[in-house]
């Protein structure tokens, strides 16, 4: 199982997760309908990444390790409130 992870960029310095989904490593079928789902509900949405990991937690952190660390950018996680490290 993999975590897909969906939200957008509050501003060039803060992601903001709003959806988690657990889903089968590699499924572009289900990834692709979560995300045209949550892009329905909101238009704002920008970003989507599947993370090869179970735990959202730990979808979190690889989210904040991948896309915001390096460019001093926050995740903020709407999900489970979770704060990366």
Known sequence: ??????????DEHTLTVTESHPVPNGDQEAIGALVAA???A???MD?????????HRDAVQRAYEEFARDD???VVDD???YAAL
């Open 42 to 44: 909101d238009p704002e």
């Open 1 to 10: 199982m993999a975590t897909l992870l969906i939200g957008r960029w509050t």
């Open 72 to 74: 001093d950018a926050d």
């Open 79 to 81: 999900v489970e409130h």
């Open 38 to 40: 949550a892009r329905d």
């Open 47 to 55: 970003w989507a990444c599947e993370f090869p990991v179970d735990a």
